[in-house]
């Protein structure tokens, strides 16, 4: 079987030398295990930060050490109480195409729910950052106005819709006019921003005349940069992600932020879905609930072949994706 190792790490954005694929056997399983054969992989933008050999909520990959991220698979070969052959499941497993792992280490999908890629988007680790990051962080009321960046991705379009469920006004910042007209026409966004194509500042304010009350940040950068001046007193920030630095090299300060803070006492927070552990099954009701009802629409990029983990994990950061970006690489 093929497996993914991180053979140096990179440097700027990650190039296919930094990774190695290698040949490996299949391991046995040994009692309280199961053999599981990969089905979907998730590619995330946070990995980008595990390659590198700094202090984070997260501990680095090792070098020549297969890589990890939420997988989906399905059982083959169980010596677990707990499993049996046909189930799929979902754990932090390899970058392989078979895992051999303890029962502890997975947990079981219901495939009557929801198409069982939902459970690494909309109602998986995705949906789920959203949901808390929005409600517990921001919490929205009726009639305010909500910026999200990165929004037509797995987060932030389920960011977006979240806050239209509580009643605000929603203004999306992406990056093609094609994921615009998907927030505009299908997910129900009252603004949307093409920040490749258009002056962020000045879109922003014609799109926010009342200003802005609530800004979930999932890139950074200088699109962050063009909304703390339009900030409205008593803001919330949810920091979620800061992709558009993930690869520098050099640490880009931009405009210091500390005076638009104080004028409007708005509150800047980060987070990660780690902070929410004892919650995780109440995010997942009321996401399942809202998918069921038909209050909340997804996409996924799926990307096919095993050998194509890496490319679907940079095309992240080319913006290729509409939706949680998945690589398929077997049937279920
Ligand atoms: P997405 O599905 O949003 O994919 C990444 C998207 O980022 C791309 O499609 C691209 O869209 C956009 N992008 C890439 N480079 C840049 C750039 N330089 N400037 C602006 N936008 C850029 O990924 P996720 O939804 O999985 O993650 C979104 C963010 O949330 C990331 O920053 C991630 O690290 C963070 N995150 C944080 C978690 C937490 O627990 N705190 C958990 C999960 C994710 P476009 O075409 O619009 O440029």
Redesign the pocket.
């Known amino acids: 079987q093929k497996q993914i190792t991180l053979k140096q790490r990179p440097v700027g954005m990650p190039k296919m030398d930094d990774f190695d694929f290698i040949d490996t056997p299949i391991g046995t399983t040994s009692a309280g295990e199961v053999l599981i054969r990969t089905a979907y992989i998730s590619v995330?933008?946070?990995l980008?930060?595990r390659m590198q050999d700094t202090k984070s909520y997260i501990a680095p990959f090792e070098l020549n050490k297969v890589i990890t991220s939420g997988v989906i698979g399905q059982v083959v070969d169980s010596k677990s109480e707990s499993f049996s052959k046909g189930d799929v499941v979902l754990g932090n497993l390899g970058w392989q195409e078979y895992s051999v792992v303890n029962e502890k280490e997975i947990k079981k999908i219901d495939k009557n729910l929801a198409p069982v890629t939902a459970n690494l988007s909309i109602i998986g680790?995705?949906g789920l950052?959203?949901y808390f990051?929005l409600l517990d962080i921001a919490k929205p009321k009726s009639g305010e106005t909500v910026v999200v960046?990165?929004?037509?991705?797995?987060?932030?379009?389920?960011v977006g819709q979240i806050a239209k469920i509580k009643g605000t006004r929603v203004i999306g910042?992406?990056?093609?006019d094609e994921?615009c007209q998907y927030l505009l026409n299908e997910l129900g966004f009252d603004e949307a921003i093409n920040?490749?194509k258009e002056d962020v500042p000045t879109a922003l304010a014609k799109a926010c005349p009342e200003g802005i009350d609530i800004y979930f940040d999932?890139?950074?950068?200088t699109?962050s940069d063009a909304v703390f001046p339009l900030l409205n007193k008593f803001a919330r920030i949810p920091?979620?992600?800061?992709?558009?630095?993930?690869n520098d090299v050099e640490v880009d300060m931009g405009p210091r932020v500390q005076t638009a803070l104080i004028k409007t006492s708005a509150l800047m927070k980060?987070?990660?879905?780690?902070?929410y552990s004892d919650r995780i099954g109440e995010g997942y009701s009321a996401l399942a609930t809202w998918l069921n009802e038909g209050k909340l629409k997804y996409e996924e990029t799926i990307v096919e072949g095993f050998d194509h983990v890496i490319d679907a994990f940079l095309?992240?950061?080319?913006?290729?994706?509409?939706?949680?970006?998945l690589v398929k690489v077997s049937d279920i």
Request: hydrophobic share 35%; aromatic share 8%; net charge positive.
């Open positions: 995330d933008p946070y980008r930060g680790m995705t950052t959203a990051g960046s990165g929004a037509a991705g797995a987060v932030g379009s389920t910042i992406a990056g093609t994921k920040y490749k999932n890139v950074g950068g699109i920091v979620c992600g800061a992709i558009s630095s993930y980060g987070f990660t879905l780690g902070d095309d992240l950061f080319k913006g290729a994706n509409l939706g949680k970006q």
